[in-house]
Nanobody, 125 residues
Framework: QVQLLESGGGSVQAGGSLRLSCVVSGYTRIASAVAWFRQGPGKEREGVAAIYTGGGSTYYADSVKGRFTLSQDNAKTTFFLQMNDLKPEDTAMYYC??????????????????WGQGTQVTVSS
């Protein structure tokens, strides 16, 4: 059974940093792609960052480019979202998602079949 476990959320002031982690387990092979999505109060779910695990290519929403960095460990089972210069508009529940099919549109939530429970990020001004 595939499990995605997020951690690292919390409350910070604007300008601060957080690092989210996502551990992917329970599948017989490595995920093809892993992404972070977020959903703020009254907002639609938004793709934040994604990585193709094979080559390490990364993709970012325009709203987080230059501030967020997605990386993976050598085993390609733990994925880190480093979030710097956080802004109040980054406040949201952050979800990790994984794909094992081989190709997805990286920041489209409909492409991913496996999701974590989410971790809350709150940024105060």
């Amino acid at each position: 059974q595939v499990q995605l476990l997020e951690s690292g959320g919390g409350s910070v002031q604007a300008g601060g940093s957080l690092r989210l982690s996502c551990v992917v387990s329970g599948y017989t092979r490595i995920a093809s792609a892993v992404a972070w999505f977020r959903q703020g109060p009254g907002k639609e779910r938004e793709g934040v960052a994604a990585i193709y695990t094979g080559g390490g290519s990364t993709y970012y929403a325009d709203s987080v480019k230059g501030r967020f960095t997605l990386s993976q460990d050598n085993a390609k089972t733990t994925f880190f979202l480093q979030m710097n210069d956080l802004k109040p508009e980054d406040t949201a529940m952050y979800y990790c998602a994984a794909d094992f099919t081989g190709w997805v549109r990286p920041l489209y939530s409909d492409e991913y079949n496996y999701w974590g429970q989410g971790t809350q990020v709150t940024v105060s001004s």
